[in-house]
């Protein structure tokens, strides 16, 4: 009886239990929703951000280190330069003292000829006056013996009317006007000229080391590879992806601020590093390519059609002519790219352009006639390279 009780419990209670558990599963079920959705598979095209804050440390401690480095030869020339200027002064100081000692005695020696022909002067002048005293004395004591010569003919001219009258003729003596000689004029010195002043130094005109940046002027630029980015994107029946890839290397020459004059360089991406997010569709990817045979993607830059060239600010955008090379067969292209210069004197280049694969013998895949990636593929770079210095422009 017992057992029998038992089991009809335990039938009724599993019974209970599947009741409630549909019942759960219909509430839950009204509430749930489940979305099924792609991942955003398309790379950012610009550099990581903190590979880009690596980038400015490592150039800034590496300005930091130039300037540690020039300090002491710069502060060598401040010493110099204040050495110099010290002497210069000194030097200065001397000339022209001298030059004044010079001019005081020249004054000094005016005044005593100025002296001297004053005392020759008043001698001379001396002279003449007791000359002069002498002779109107005797012109005085003529007068009186010519007039006591006529009172007495004047007495005897009755007695002697007959007789003519002798005039005595009376030498006045002459007074030889003796004018003083002019005064020597003083010889006035002629000044010294002034010597010529030395060249000024600028001795705090010193500048840090520079790595020689230049917007213009022919240079070499070098891929910085850890600041570079080059990828494509590819649309399918399915979806659309991307792959994307860092392991990027080359060389430019050009002048950014002629960039049509001559332009030349080479850029090579890893194939084998493309990354499309899908292990199975990259090692498909790489069978595609043929990355084993032909490991590197190439872009040859053989000229370029400048649209706007902004020296002021460091700006070009243009078209790159070049040919790009895939799985071991070459296209000549062209690049739309625009050229920019940071604040950390890094060249930034940034462009993309549309191919068709077919154009280089590759099939576009399939799968199963279902899935299928369109032929045309955008490929886009996003490089940054720095100056290695410049490049003579071949004659």
Same mark, same amino acid.
């Given at each position: 009886?017992?057992?029998?009780?038992?089991?009809?419990?335990?039938?009724?209670?599993?019974?209970?239990?599947?009741?409630?558990?549909?019942a759960a599963l219909s509430v839950v079920k009204s509430r749930?929703?489940?979305?099924?959705?792609?991942?955003?598979?398309?790379?950012?095209?610009?550099?990581?951000?903190?590979?880009?804050? !690596?980038?400015?440390?490592?150039?800034?401690?590496?300005?930091?280190?130039?300037?540690?480095?020039?300090?002491?030869?710069?502060?060598?020339?401040?010493?110099?330069?204040?050495?110099?200027?010290?002497?210069?002064?000194?030097?200065?100081?001397?000339?022209?003292?001298?030059?004044?000692?010079?001019?005081?005695?020249?004054?000094?020696?005016?005044?005593?000829?100025?002296?001297?022909? +004053?005392?020759?002067? !008043?001698?001379?002048?001396?002279?003449?006056?007791?000359?002069?005293?002498?002779?109107?004395?005797?012109?005085?004591?003529? =007068?009186?013996?010519?007039?006591?010569?006529?009172?007495?003919?004047?007495?005897?001219?009755?007695?002697?009317?007959?007789?003519p009258i002798e005039v005595v003729a009376v030498e006045v003596?002459?007074?030889?006007?003796?004018?003083?000689?002019?005064?020597?004029?003083?010889?006035?010195?002629?000044?010294?000229?002034?010597?010529?002043?030395?060249?000024?130094?600028?001795?705090?005109?010193?500048?840090?080391?520079?790595?020689?940046?230049?917007?213009?002027?022919?240079?070499?630029?070098?891929? =910085?590879?850890?600041?570079?980015?080059?990828?494509?994107?590819?649309?399918?029946?399915?979806?659309?992806?991307?792959? =994307?890839?860092?392991?990027?290397?080359?060389?430019?020459?050009?002048?950014?601020?002629?960039?049509?004059?001559?332009?030349?360089?080479?850029?090579?991406?890893?194939?084998?590093?493309?990354?499309?997010? +899908?292990?199975?569709?990259?090692?498909?990817? !790489?069978? +595609?390519?043929?990355?084993?045979?032909?490991?590197?993607?190439?872009?040859?830059?053989?000229?370029?059609?400048?649209?706007?060239?902004?020296?002021?600010?460091?700006?070009?955008?243009?078209?790159?002519?070049?040919?790009?090379?895939?799985?071991?067969?070459?296209?000549?292209?062209?690049?739309p790219v625009t050229v920019t210069v940071d604040a950390s004197?890094? =060249?930034?280049?940034?462009?993309?352009?549309?191919?068709?694969?077919?154009?280089?013998?590759?099939?576009?895949?399939?799968?199963?006639?279902?899935?299928?990636?369109?032929?045309?593929?955008?490929?886009?770079?996003?490089?940054?390279? !720095?100056?290695?210095?410049?490049?003579?422009?071949?004659?």
């Amino acid at each position: 009886m017992t057992s029998r009780f038992l089991q009809a419990f335990g039938a009724l209670a599993l019974a209970s239990l599947v009741l409630g558990s549909v019942a759960a599963l219909s509430v839950v079920k009204s509430r749930l929703n489940i979305t099924v959705s792609e991942a955003d598979e398309s790379p950012a095209r610009g550099p990581d951000p903190l590979e880009l804050l !690596r980038a400015d440390v490592t150039e800034l401690r590496g300005e930091v280190g130039a300037i540690g480095t020039a300090l002491p030869e710069h502060l060598q020339v401040l010493h110099q330069a204040l050495s110099d200027a010290a002497d210069q002064r000194s030097q200065t100081a001397a000339a022209e003292l001298a030059e004044l000692r010079r001019q005081v005695n020249a004054l000094q020696s005016r005044l005593d000829a100025s002296a001297a022909e +004053l005392t020759a002067l !008043r001698t001379q002048n001396h002279d003449t006056l007791t000359r002069l005293a002498g002779a109107v004395n005797e012109l005085s004591a003529a =007068v009186q013996s010519s007039a006591s010569q006529a009172a007495a003919l004047a007495n005897s001219a009755s007695a002697i009317e007959s007789k003519p009258i002798e005039v005595v003729a009376v030498e006045v003596p002459v007074i030889a006007s003796e004018t003083p000689a002019p005064a020597a004029q003083p010889v006035v010195a002629e000044p010294a000229a002034a010597p010529a002043e030395p060249a000024k130094k600028g001795f705090l005109s010193f500048k840090v080391p520079e790595k020689g940046f230049r917007f213009e002027g022919r240079q070499k630029l070098g891929i =910085v590879a850890s600041l570079s980015r080059v990828g494509f994107d590819a649309k399918s029946t399915l979806h659309d992806f991307s792959g =994307v890839t860092q392991k990027v290397e080359g060389e430019l020459i050009v002048d950014l601020a002629q960039p049509g004059a001559s332009p030349s360089g080479k850029l090579e991406v890893d194939a084998s590093s493309l990354d499309t997010g +899908l292990a199975d569709r990259d090692e498909g990817m !790489r069978e +595609l390519l043929k990355t084993k045979e032909h490991s590197k993607l190439v872009f040859e830059w053989t000229g370029f059609e400048p649209d706007k060239v902004d020296v002021a600010a460091q700006k070009v955008t243009g078209k790159a002519r070049g040919n790009l090379t895939l799985r071991g067969k070459s296209r000549e292209v062209t690049l739309p790219v625009t050229v920019t210069v940071d604040a950390s004197k890094r =060249v930034g280049i940034e462009g993309e352009l549309t191919i068709q694969l077919t154009d280089f013998g590759i099939e576009p895949p399939s799968q199963l006639g279902m899935i299928s990636v369109e032929d045309k593929l955008k490929l886009w770079i996003s490089l940054r390279a !720095r100056t290695l210095g410049p490049v003579e422009v071949a004659k």
